[in-house]
């Protein structure tokens, strides 16, 4: 038996007097906030909500996000978390392919999830009535016990190429991979406090964030909505020991912090979801007298698979080494229907292998198929693992451009790019060329208040990149536009800027 409510029901037990969440002014202890799944997990009941049943939850960074996750797994049900910015046929895709019986979704999100659970013929309940139920509810009296490899959570991948696919995360994943991260990876104790500005609807925040803070009975600070500002007066206020981000929340929080004279020291940080150019992490850690641990993983890995550990050391420009018993490899791309190793410092896709592999897509055996070979899961990620055992994400695979017959991978250029005084970001692309197959494109954020010259920045360019490499074509633009997890939407910046 194993579960995944586990993680709240024993730290209520062990933890129960100790804050678990605050958002704004309100704080709730571990029993209150276990009291609160229970009794809410009491109200899905009479709604029809059994074991086994899928119930889509769409909600931000409040209370209610943790209160209703893990009333939904007390009952033995999945919890099929929707990102809040979706429309409503959108959700209505989500519902039909998850077969979710019901959506809970907060007041400002009922209009989408109203007209998607509509589409699907499913039942929508909102949040502040149960809540409101709640309160005079019955809690019940604890989790219904599930089998280690029973689904506990579905997650929609971001749908780059085509239809999101429902991603299935088993109790064993989810437990294991938050066990794992706060003992061997992040080890934390019940003294820590830690920024929860990663959204919750997302893996890194409900695994890394969320869950592990339960895992050992940590504080968890919610902020709805991602603000640089605010987030660095919540993490002096009540004390951060760790702040969990994704690049973009480190480049806007270090801007935040110009105009500040003093500003919180923050412990340790972690960042992931996207690599961190070298120029931001050492900028970030210089100015607030902290170490950065870049790490790696997936929706399909739990999702960490990877990280730079004190054990092991940190190598900047690397997401260091496999979790606890996680296995990670780089395979030749191009053989799809096997696994064929590469060696040291080749470049290659990354592949995994470990408890916190998921179990499948829901409902499509062909594109599972694809991802799981000879018991290893497919990334799509190029990488390659130095001799000490480091790993280096290259750039997705499907992002490689390739210029007449050349590969060129675009965070190397970025690297570089973003070391010139004038860029505050950039992101770079592949776009259509008659001759040469793709040409290598750069958008650019300039710096606020620089002035920025196009061509002075190309033939800069040129000067530190290979002439394969660098950009023929720049772009400026206020900024990059971002997707539910504040990764660079690079599928948009492609449409935007191909030849007309």
Known sequence: MLSLAAILAEAAARHGGRIAVVEGSTHLTYSQLWRSARARAAVLTTYGVVAGDRVALVCANTIDFPATYFAVLTL??????????LTGDEVAHVLRDSNATLIVAADEFTSAAEVGAAGAGVAALGLSSLATQAVDADPVADYVAREPGDVAVILYTSGTTGKPKGAALTQLNLVLNATVHVLDTQPMTSDDVLMGCLPLFHTFGQTAAMNSAFRV?????????????????????HGVTLLLGVPTMFSRMLAAAEHRSEVPVIPQAVCGGA????????????????????????????????????????RPGTVGHPLWGTRIAIARPEV??????????????????????????????????????????????????????????????KDLVIRGGFNVYPREVEEVLIRHPAVAQVAVIGVPHDDLGEEVCAVVVPV??????????????????GAHKYPRLLHTIDELPLGPSHKVLKRELRTRFAPA
């Open 217 to 237: 009975g940590a504080t968890l600070v919610l902020l709805p909505r991602f603000d640089a500002d605010e987030c660095l007066d919540l993490m002096g206020r």
């Open 275 to 314: 690599p961190l150019p070298l120029k931001l992490l050492h900028a970030f850690q210089d100015r607030f007298g902290t170490v950065i641990h870049e790490g790696y993983g997936l929706s399909e890995t739990s999702p960490i698979a990877a990280a730079n550990q004190d054990a092991f050391g940190t």
């Open 336 to 397: 799809t229907e096997r696994i064929e190793m590469l060696g040291v410092d080749e470049v290659g896709e990354v592949v995994v292998q470990g408890p916190n592999v998921f179990a499948g897509y829901i409902g499509n055996s062909a594109a599972t198929a694809e991802a799981l070979v000879d018991g290893w899961f497919r990334t799509g990620d190029l990488g390659a693992r130095d001799a000490d055992g480091f790993l280096r994400i290259v750039d997705r695979s």
């Open 448 to 465: 606020p208040g620089v002035l920025l010259d196009v061509e002075e920045l190309i033939a800069w360019s040129r000067g530190h990149l």
């Open 76 to 85: 033995g049900a999945v919890v099929v978390p929707v990102a809040p910015m």
